[in-house]
């Protein structure tokens, strides 16, 4: 859940390391997120600030971060409603 119960419906893309490391400050206390969260982008180098997340109900997409090596940051994730597609 997100702060005053916005759960972003829409869903959410990240497409640097700077949006990843600041989620928690733009969202806090948001730990599920409706519909699909997005990671795409060549500089993202770990998704440590996304670590706060428990629930994704979209899909999962992890596309072209050729230097993320880790998903350790998606460690506290327990349920993914949609599909989850990692590509390059």
């Known amino acids: 859940m997100c702060g005053n119960n916005a759960y972003l419906p829409e869903g959410i893309t990240f497409s640097s390391q700077e949006q990843i490391d600041s989620f928690q400050i733009n969202y806090p206390y ?23 997340l428990t629930f994704i109900g979209g899909d999962l997409r992890i596309w072209s971060n050729p230097i993320l090596y880790s998903l350790a940051g998606l460690a506290n994730l327990d349920s993914v409603g949609g599909n989850i597609i990692i590509h390059n």
Not at 30 to 51: F, H, P, R, S, W
């Open 30 to 52: 948001c730990t599920e997120i409706e519909g699909d969260v997005i990671i795409d982008g060549n500089a993202i180098t770990n998704l440590n600030g996304l670590n706060v």
